[in-house]
């Protein structure tokens, strides 16, 4: 498979980690820093519908001047989810990054979170994406 065939299932960290709207900060805050990782899914009744990554936390908990133990994920998170088909190009993921602004997307496959790609996964594979995320670089 070249380059430029690539789909984003092939490139997607397929554990994701989710948690629910009601999920405290603090909850989540400790999750990403055990794992590891930079964001959660959120989800609601076991559908994504969200996003908390550690920035959303840094700014937003920070922001709010709240104890983060009385800040749900619901209140930080970033929302409607967007999403992408594990069947699609990864340089489709790699526009959709660009076209929106952020830096994660999860995947989906039959209304199913079974995935997530990162600016991280798109470049370790296709560094000549890095000209559709950043074009003034």
């Given at each position: 498979m070249?380059?430029?065939?690539?789909?984003?299932g092939d490139i997607m960290t397929p554990k994701v980690v989710t948690a629910d709207v009601?999920?405290?900060?603090t909850k989540i805050s400790k999750d990403m820093e055990l794992m590891?990782?930079?964001s959660v899914v959120i989800t609601?009744?076991?559908k994504p519908?969200?996003?908390?990554t550690d920035r959303d936390i840094a700014l937003k908990v920070t922001l709010a001047d709240r104890k983060p133990s009385e800040i749900k994920a619901k209140e930080v998170?970033?929302?409607p989810l967007i999403t992408i088909e594990q069947d699609a190009p990864q340089e489709r993921a790699c526009e959709l990054m660009?076209?929106?602004g952020v830096r994660r997307i999860p995947v989906m496959e039959d209304d199913k979170l079974?995935?997530?790609i990162s600016v991280r996964n798109v470049l370790t594979r296709n560094p000549a994406c890095i000209k559709t995320l950043y074009p003034s670089e």
């Open positions: 070249t380059m430029e065939m690539l789909e984003v009601d999920a405290p900060i590891g990782i930079g609601k009744g076991g519908v969200g996003i908390v998170m970033s929302s660009a076209e929106t079974v995935g997530i």
